[in-house]
């Protein structure tokens, strides 16, 4: 069994080894599950050839080594000689061609593993014949990484719904003041060519009309709900208001697609925490499709105690599921068809 955890960029960071996720996994099975501490090398050789039928093994961090992400055939031959096949069920990395994603699939028979094939499956289905009305909606940090999706859907979508810090980048972009707010200012020009399309396709791309802002991030900070026009000076939005989060439950509740990525507020803090969890809700009593992705999402729904069962699909890729809804080929799918 082979992953990564975290970015330790070749250099091997004791935090960072698979132990842990080693006895998570044997707890899961309720079996034995033997780890080594490299992928590569004459231990690792003797572990595997010494392994008994029905014996499982955990190999180290793959990221511990430069190889992996560089897809250094030199590397990855080393890997490949450990096992008989591939089997590539890491959704959540195919977007990357790494050894352990791409390289591997030159040296070994490659299949796709239940997981991958069920993301691919219900994407695809996603993509090909959505029920509709279909509703994005978008949250976060950044723009960058939502761009693909947003103007692939455009034409596609009925409604998209922008919260999060991505939002303050859009109504810095329609002619609002955001204060001090996190904002990607150079990114203006496209937030408005986003917008325009929409607009110009006749879907709606609904930007929050009120917010909750402070002038610090805690748990006890105080908060004021304010109208998106009257936003000023120092203020920091970090959630969405009373107001957009009626508006966004709205048009959740009569969709017939729901895809979400990302919060609509800085939802770890306690004050900030309500427009996520309304929109987290709403996502869950939805009668139509509902489908998740990104880690952030994830950890909201746990954080508010809504079942997974909720929805119809969490995806276990944020970059790798916003990729795919953009219409691109990743990598590690890409190498399985050959």
């Not at 746990?302 to 069962?309: L, M, S």
Request: charged share 25%; net charge negative; glycine share 10%.
């Amino acid at each position: 069994v082979m992953s990564h955890m975290g970015r330790p960029k070749g250099k091997v960071m004791d935090d960072l080894r698979l132990d842990k996720v080693a006895r998570k996994l044997s707890d899961i099975i309720a079996m034995p599950v033997k780890k080594v501490h490299e992928c590569i090398g004459e231990g690792v050789k003797y572990m595997v050839n010494t392994m008994k039928d029905g014996e499982i093994l955990v190999l180290e961090n793959t990221r511990f080594y430069h190889g992996e992400e560089m897809n250094d055939r030199e590397f990855t031959s080393q890997i490949a000689a450990l096992g008989d096949v591939f089997v590539s069920d890491a959704f959540g990395t195919v977007h990357r061609a790494h050894a352990t994603t791409v390289g591997l699939a030159d040296f070994l028979p490659a299949y796709a593993g239940l997981l991958l094939e069920r993301e691919i499956e219900v994407l695809s289905a996603l993509l090909e014949s959505p029920k509709r009305p279909i509703v994005l909606i978008m949250g976060g940090a950044k723009i960058d990484t939502k761009i693909g999706v947003l103007k692939n859907f455009i034409g596609k979508a009925d409604a998209f719904l922008i919260g999060g810090g991505l939002a303050n980048t859009f109504l810095h972009a329609a002619g609002h003041n955001v204060g001090k707010s996190l904002c990607e200012f150079d990114k203006a020009d496209i937030a408005r060519e986003i917008m325009l399309s929409a607009e110009k396709a006749q879907e709606k791309f609904i930007l929050p009309s009120d917010s909750i802002v402070a002038s610090e991030i805690s748990e006890v900070a105080e908060t004021i709900h304010v109208p998106v026009h009257d936003i000023d000076g120092d203020m920091k939005i970090f959630d969405i208001g009373e107001k957009s989060i009626e508006r966004f439950c709205e048009v959740i509740k009569t969709a017939g697609t729901v895809i979400w990525n990302g919060p609509v507020g800085l939802y770890e803090y306690s004050p900030f925490a309500n427009g996520t969890c309304k929109i987290a809700q709403a996502v869950a009593d939805c009668k139509g499709v509902t489908i998740l992705g990104g880690g952030d999402t994830i950890d909201a729904i746990n954080k508010f105690g809504i079942p997974k069962e909720s929805f119809t699909h969490i995806s276990t890729g944020g970059g790798a599921m916003l990729e795919f809804l953009e219409g691109k080929e990743l990598p590690g799918v890409k190498i399985l068809k050959k």
